[in-house]
């Protein structure tokens, strides 16, 4: 999530226990631990979105996987978030394990008025780079160079990484014709109820936080067998 303090082992296994179970009786709230502002706080998901409204949901983000996988798997991302870096390597195990079962959709999660300077470019660097087909090397590339992220140039840096043209890139992000999007994402968000990262919904139901491999490939398993 977006704040670096480490939940205790035990405490992370016992709610993860709790997400499976509630999770099989009717999957209408999934929890987990949640640090925000120096507090731990275990914080319950409830319900399902709509077939629908999570449909809708998925046109303006970005897929990895197979379009026509049975399980999806929004995510509301930050780069910055060290959980949210923490999921993203849980994230490539399952796909590797459910290669024709799995997509991965990808939104921002970032208050862009909250902050000010280039640094706040990176995510209008990921759509950048979707519009020359390399969202997922930039994504990948993002998380790789966590350190850099707070350099003036860190989109510049990322686009460099995962070997973007960098001409198309600079009249892209030069133009901030992407800032709206990542406004769009996080106001969107905002009205789901999102307030940490990462915050997922795996076929419309809301899993809060980097849950551990097991438990998100129990839940996984779930759905394709629904």
Request: negative net charge.
């Amino acid at each position: 999530m977006s704040t670096d303090t480490t939940a205790s082992v035990t405490r992370v296994d016992r709610l993860a226990i709790l997400t499976l179970i509630l999770a099989v009786v009717g999957g209408v709230a999934v929890g987990i631990s949640v640090w925000t502002e120096g507090r731990r706080d275990a914080v319950l998901g409830q319900g399902r979105l709509g077939p629908a409204e999570f449909a809708a949901l998925l046109e303006s983000g970005h897929g990895v996987g197979d379009p026509h996988a049975p399980a999806v798997l929004l995510v509301y991302n930050d780069y910055r978030c060290s959980f949210c870096a923490e999921l993203d390597q849980t994230i490539e195990t399952l796909r590797s394990r459910y290669p024709q079962h799995l997509e991965v959709v990808y939104k921002h999660y970032v208050n862009v008025a909250a902050g000010a300077g280039r640094p706040f470019l990176v995510p209008e660097g990921a759509e950048c780079a979707a519009e020359q087909d390399r969202f997922e090397a930039y994504h990948a590339a993002a998380f790789a160079n966590a350190r850099a992220l707070d350099y003036a140039d860190a989109a510049w840096l990322i686009a460099e990484a995962a070997a973007l043209d960098s001409l198309s890139f600079e009249r892209c992000i030069s133009s901030r014709r992407h800032a709206q999007t990542v406004r769009d994402h996080y106001n969107e968000a905002r009205e789901l109820g999102v307030h940490v990262t990462p915050t997922m919904f795996l076929n419309g139901l809301r899993l809060v936080g980097a849950l551990p491999l097991r438990a998100l490939d129990s839940l996984i398993a779930g759905e394709l067998a629904r």
